[in-house]
Each structure stands twice: as C-alpha cells, then as structure tokens.
C-alpha cells in the first residue's frame, strides 16, 4: 500500500479490501460462479517495508477496480460483453508505540469503515438468455492487523505480520447486492524495502500476502470455502527533492502485482458440483506510482496504477488507487537531516 512518512518519509499501508460479489466465467456455457480471495492487489508498490514512527497514522485510500474482459481458464477473452467496477473508501488507522518488541517496532492496524461500491453486467449475443446485472453499495468488510513487527537494518526495512477480515459487509446468500465476502479470512503479510543506494533513494520493494479463508453459504444452499490466495506487489523507486532542504520530495517508479489461487475450493459450488471442480484463477498487472511527500509535516500524497496484461479465470482490467496519510508523531519529532546523505524514502 502506500504509507505515510515519519522521518519525512512514506509509510505503508496495507489494507485488506472486502471483495464486493464477483462471477467468473469459465465458458459460454455452463456458468459456474467463483469468488476470489478477500485481497484486492494494488494496494501496495513503493515503500512496502517500512513502518511509520511511534504515533497515530491516518490514511485515505480510495481503490477503483474496473474489467470489461472476462478470460476462460486458458487466458483467452470469453465472448461477452459487459463490465465489472469496484470502487471503495477506505479509512485506514495505523498505531505505533514508542517500545519496540523482540528489537522491531510492534504496529497496529485497523481498516474501518470501507464504504464500497460495485457493479456487474454481463450479457452474449449467441446466448440471449444468458445476461446478467448486479450491484450494491454500502460497508464493507473489516480488515484487522492486530500484530506486525517491524526491522531496520542498515540497508532493508522489513516486517512481518497476521492480519484477519471480519465478514461485517452486507452478505446475503444468492443475493445481487452483497458487499461483503460473507466469511472468514487470515491473512500473513510482509514487506521488504531493500536500499540500492547508501542515501536510500533508490528502492526495491516486496510485498507478500498468503490468504486462507473459512466457509460461506451459497445461492445454492451449499457450504463452500474459497481456495488459498498468494499475493505479491513489487515496485522500484527513486525519490527525487523539489528543493534543496529535501523539505519536498517526489518518488516515482514502477510498480506491478501477481496474484495466484494456490489451493482447491472446499465443499460445493452447487449441489451437483464440488467447489475444487472450479479452475484456479491468476492475474498480473505491470504500472507506476507517484509520491508527493512533505517529511517534516509527515505527509504523503500517491496515485497508482496498474494495468493487468494477463489472467486467467476471471476478469481482466486495470487498478488505480489515490490518496493521502497523515502521521502524527509521538513524540513529535524535528525536521528530518538534510543533505546527500540524508534517507530520502522511508
């Protein structure tokens, strides 16, 4: 995700997404419905392994999803027409005490209330019949991360941490408007930053993130549990100073993710039908991000986007993500060092 600064620099962010309703087709006919895991990738890119300061952080993220492709299991386009559109507002909540645990920063964060916004529409020429519409808006899931440790190293940041969705959205089975996942999620994190340059303006960032989910109820009357969802955001960036004091910074670089299903769906998709029957889905996306970061006020502003050049069994599209964190510092610390030698990123 992205992330405020303390030291003048950014903070991570990482935030569960409480998936709105989605259905893949794996044919023209039959179709069969899916959900994916609770993750929505994009979230992340710059900065991944650092965490803020002792003190409270707030962001505002807001993330837009939108696909008017569907892909069969091979990749290739599913002819229909159509289109699939989230966009949800996340208030993200992050806490940092001032003692450290096992020599790491211990952090705290929560993402609530995410107010979500969805729409589905799917229709085939060659088969009228099959046609689609769905949508919804309202609360979404909450995403909890009541434990990450945090490590600064000379030249990495680094942190590990569990995190797990609370099914609080709207979920009704067989319903056409459910915001929430309606089940369980746990979720293990980390994020690497490695500094490539001794001034620690140039970055190369890692995020990770290994989902397993509990069960739900289906339109069908069945039970069925999502399969495990491995996800990776990347991104390389430089920060370069808008004045000399490094009092303002803009970071710019290349960011992308990789999501995989890894594990088969439990119970039944249908009655007739064993959820594990379903194919495994995967998508990659290749973008860029910008930063706007004022270190000595802990603010950073960034806007992201990814477009998504592969996947299978699901919809293809594009991520944009764009927002702004704010870290208040306790205690309130100086302006961050200035000079050539001064970290420039967190």
Same mark, same amino acid.
């Given at each position: 995700?992205?992330?405020?600064?303390?030291?003048?620099?950014?903070?991570?962010?990482?935030?569960?997404?409480?998936?709105?309703?989605?259905?893949?087709?794996?044919?023209?006919?039959?179709?069969?419905?899916?959900?994916?895991?609770?993750?929505?990738?994009?979230?992340?890119?710059?900065?991944?392994?650092?965490?803020?300061?002792?003190?409270?952080?707030?962001?505002?993220?807001?993330?837009?999803?939108?696909?008017?492709?569907?892909?069969?299991?091979?990749?290739?386009?599913?002819?229909?027409?159509?289109?699939?559109?989230?966009?949800?507002?996340?208030?993200?909540?992050?806490?940092?005490?001032?003692?450290?645990?096992?020599?790491?920063?211990?952090?705290?964060?929560?993402?609530?209330?995410?107010?979500?916004?969805?729409?589905?529409?799917?229709?085939?020429?060659?088969?009228?019949?099959?046609?689609?519409?769905?949508? #919804?808006? $309202?609360?979404?899931?909450?995403?909890? !991360?009541?434990? %990450?440790?945090? =490590?600064? @190293?000379?030249? *990495?940041?680094?942190?590990?941490?569990?995190?797990?969705?609370?099914?609080?959205?709207?979920?009704?089975?067989?319903?056409?408007?459910?915001?929430?996942?309606?089940?369980?999620?746990?979720?293990?994190?980390?994020?690497?930053?490695?500094?490539?340059?001794?001034?620690?303006?140039?970055?190369?960032?890692?995020?990770?993130?290994?989902?397993?989910?509990?069960?739900?109820?289906? #339109?069908? $009357?069945?039970?069925?549990?999502?399969? !495990?969802?491995? %996800?990776?955001? =990347?991104? @390389?960036?430089? *920060?370069?100073?808008?004045?000399?004091?490094?009092?303002?910074?803009?970071?710019?670089?290349?960011?992308?993710?990789?999501?995989?299903?890894?594990?088969?769906?439990?119970?039944?998709?249908?009655?007739?039908?064993?959820?594990?029957?379903?194919?495994?889905?995967?998508?990659?996306?290749?973008?860029?991000?910008?930063?706007?970061?004022?270190?000595?006020?802990?603010?950073?502003?960034?806007?992201?986007?990814?477009?998504?050049?592969?996947?299978?069994?699901?919809?293809?599209?594009?991520?944009?993500?764009?927002?702004?964190?704010?870290?208040?510092?306790?205690?309130?610390?100086?302006?961050?060092?200035?000079?050539?030698?001064?970290?420039?990123?967190?």
């Amino acid at each position: 995700m992205t992330k405020t600064s303390t030291k003048g620099y950014t903070l991570s962010i990482k935030s569960g997404l409480a998936v709105f309703i989605c259905v893949f087709v794996f044919g023209v006919l039959p179709v069969r419905g899916q959900q994916k895991g609770q993750y929505i990738p994009g979230q992340q890119g710059l900065n991944t392994g650092v965490l803020p300061d002792p003190g409270f952080t707030y962001a505002s993220m807001t993330v837009n999803y939108s696909a008017d492709t569907l892909k069969n299991s091979n990749g290739n386009s599913v002819p229909l027409s159509g289109s699939y559109d989230i966009w949800a507002m996340e208030n993200i909540f992050y806490y940092v005490p001032k003692f450290k645990f096992l020599r790491a920063k211990l952090a705290v964060m929560v993402v609530a209330p995410t107010a979500a916004n969805g729409s589905l529409t799917l229709s085939s020429i060659n088969f009228p019949n099959l046609a689609l519409e769905a949508g #919804g808006f $309202g609360i979404a899931d909450t995403w909890v !991360q009541p434990v %990450t440790l945090g =490590w600064n @190293l000379r030249r *990495v940041d680094f942190y590990a941490g569990y995190a797990f969705m609370a099914p609080t959205g709207r979920y009704t089975p067989g319903a056409s408007d459910n915001i929430g996942s309606g089940y369980w999620g746990n979720h293990f994190t980390t994020g690497t930053t490695l500094y490539l340059t001794k001034n620690k303006g140039t970055t190369a960032n890692l995020f990770t993130d290994w989902e397993f989910h509990g069960s739900k109820t289906t #339109g069908a $009357g069945t039970t069925a549990s999502p399969g !495990q969802t491995f %996800t990776t955001e =990347w991104g @390389l960036g430089q *920060v370069l100073p808008l004045k000399k004091d490094f009092s303002k910074l803009l970071q710019l670089g290349l960011i992308g993710y990789d999501q995989w299903q890894v594990s088969n769906n439990g119970g039944l998709a249908s009655p007739n039908i064993p959820a594990s029957a379903l194919p495994y889905y995967s998508v990659h996306a290749i973008g860029f991000q910008t930063n706007f970061i004022l270190p000595a006020k802990a603010l950073n502003f960034f806007f992201k986007f990814e477009d998504e050049y592969r996947a299978l069994a699901r919809p293809q599209g594009r991520t944009i993500v764009f927002g702004g964190s704010f870290t208040f510092r306790i205690p309130k610390l100086g302006a961050p060092p200035s000079g050539p030698e001064a970290p420039a990123t967190p």
